[in-house]
């Protein structure tokens, strides 16, 4: 058997050293409940503080701004319901994540959904057509998980803002693998989730923009400024702080290292005279490819890639009856055919050069074999 090339960094990531490290004293020695008067709840409650401080840090935020969650489906439904629940209309995007989708289709009244062009971009103009003076809030992913297309997040906040509206951005692919501060883009609300970014898994957190008010997600205690009771998951916090400070330390090496890779791999298919379709955009997330094979099947590829120990994803999945086309290549308006033979590499930064080159012969082999 081949060692394990693991390449689906957008579905989760491996935790960090630092991260594990960070994590460990809080769940044997300093295990105390940062709530409790005495002297034992002084450590965790100084490290939530301090875990706090980082990642406002990381993203340009306020320490009172930042929530902690289980993740970026709970914070995107914290936001989204929110408005749905107290009867105002939200616009989101049609390539979003299902924990954005699917808690917008509760609204009775959903306008619709906002398009995006053949790269996943989310363009302004059909933003401004789009919303009206009913429109409470506009939800639009920063990067996306699929196809990597990074969006105007900028721009499309001001259009926000000019009629009024909220804006929440999903940034559960973004944060630590991109530059974000949340007063630059002018957002209102950011998800992200810890295991994205080389934390762990079930914890994540929201920023909520200071003097905005949100209906608390749990009732119950008053942790997380009454806000998200619930004891806190002191040692994943502590964890996610960790990882999301040295990802933003290494950012720009990150970069660099994850944009070889894609060299490296499509350099290795075009030596090979292997043709494909590149799906998003020029600047998508760095290391996410979305590519497609005309006329062969995606799900096939992903499985024999398994069984030579290479991790990747697909774009559509086959049921007994029939093969389901991703939302997002549909709103890409990809043809059926590259659809169906879409996969999705997406490289975390441990991967090596040696890891795309055995990547793209696996695959330059699977092809020809064809
Ligand atoms: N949003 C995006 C864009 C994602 O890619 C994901 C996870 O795949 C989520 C939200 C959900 O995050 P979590 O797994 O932390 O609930």
């Known amino acids: ?163 009024d509206c909220l804006f929440h951005t999903d940034a559960v692919q973004a944060v630590g693998h991109i530059d974000i501060n949340v007063h630059e883009l002018d957002v209102d609300f950011l998800s992200a989730s810890a295991h994205k970014f080389n934390g762990p898994k079930g914890v994540g957190f929201l920023y909520i923009r200071k003097g905005i008010t949100l209906d608390p997600l749990i009732l119950g205690g008053a942790q997380e400024s009454n806000m998200r009771a619930g004891t806190e998951n002191i040692a994943s916090i502590v964890a996610m702080a960790a990882a999301l400070e040295e990802n933003v330390i290494h950012l720009q090496e990150n970069k660099k290292h994850l944009r070889q890779l894609e060299e490296c791999f499509f350099a290795q298919l075009a030596g090979e005279g292997i043709k494909c379709h590149r799906n998003g955009a020029l600047s998508s997330i760095p290391g996410n490819i979305s590519v497609s094979f005309d006329g062969l099947s995606g799900e096939a590829i992903l499985h024999r890639l398994d069984l030579k120990g290479i991790m990747i994803s697909t774009g559509s999945a086959c049921d007994s009856k029939d093969t389901q086309i991703s939302h997002v290549l549909k709103a890409i308006n990809l043809s059926e055919s590259l659809a169906k033979g879409t996969i999705r590499i997406s490289f975390g930064k441990y991967n090596t050069q040696e890891d795309a080159i055995a990547i793209a012969k696996a695959l330059v082999q699977i092809i020809k074999a064809k």
């Open 1 to 163: 058997m081949n060692k394990m090339i693991y390449a689906d960094n957008a579905a989760t990531t491996r935790l960090s050293d630092a991260a594990l490290q960070a994590m460990l004293p809080y769940m044997q020695s300093e295990y105390g409940n940062a709530s409790q008067p005495y002297s034992f709840a002084r450590a965790p409650k100084a490290a939530l503080a301090k875990a706090r401080e980082t990642i406002a840090k990381c993203i340009g935020a306020l320490p009172e701004e930042i929530y902690f969650t289980s993740g970026g489906t709970e914070s995107n439904n914290w936001v989204l319901r929110n408005i749905i629940f107290s009867g105002r209309e939200v616009l989101v995007s049609s390539i979003e994540h299902h924990s954005v989708l699917n808690a917008a289709k509760e609204a009775e009244i959903l306008d619709h959904y906002l398009p995006v062009n053949y790269e996943g971009i989310v363009s302004p103009t059909a933003l401004t057509s789009a919303i009206s003076d009913r429109t409470a809030l506009v939800s639009v992913m920063m990067a996306n998980n699929e196809i990597g297309t990074v969006e105007p997040i900028a721009e499309l906040a001001a259009i926000a803002h000019k009629h």
